[in-house]
Nanobody, 123 residues
């Protein structure tokens, strides 16, 4: 099986910074694109940004210039550096990844999600 585990959430004042991490573990053969999403109370889940295995990134407009996604392929980990945080950034942040897992001699491609980590920005 494969698991994604986020960490690094918490409470921060407006203007502050947080760095989220998401580590993938399990029977992993390779990881393709990874990404971050968020969901605020009463809102739909929205994309924050994505990163390819080669490091190419894409961001939602609200994240450009404030958020940075990076990854460490050796550690199967993706990061979300968030700067200049605003109260409207308060949400549960989820990571997801395209992962090829193995089971015996067979390989399976799937998209996996973490359980989410709460980020709260106070004004």
């Amino acid at each position: 099986q494969v698991q994604l585990m986020e960490s690094g959430g918490g409470l921060v004042q407006a203007g502050g910074s947080l760095r989220l991490s998401c580590a993938a573990s399990g029977s992993i053969s390779s990881i393709g694109a990874m990404g971050w999403h968020r969901q605020a109370p009463g809102n739909q889940r929205e994309l924050v940004g994505t990163i390819t295995r080669g490091g190419n990134t894409n961001y939602a407009d609200f994240a450009k210039g404030r958020f940075t996604i990076s990854r460490d392929n050796a550690k199967n980990t993706v990061y979300l550096q968030m700067n200049s945080l605003k109260p409207e950034d308060t949400a549960v942040y989820y990571c997801n990844a395209d992962i090829i897992r193995y089971s015996g001699s067979r390989y399976y491609n799937g998209n996996y999600w973490g359980q989410g980590t709460q980020v709260t920005v106070s004004s």
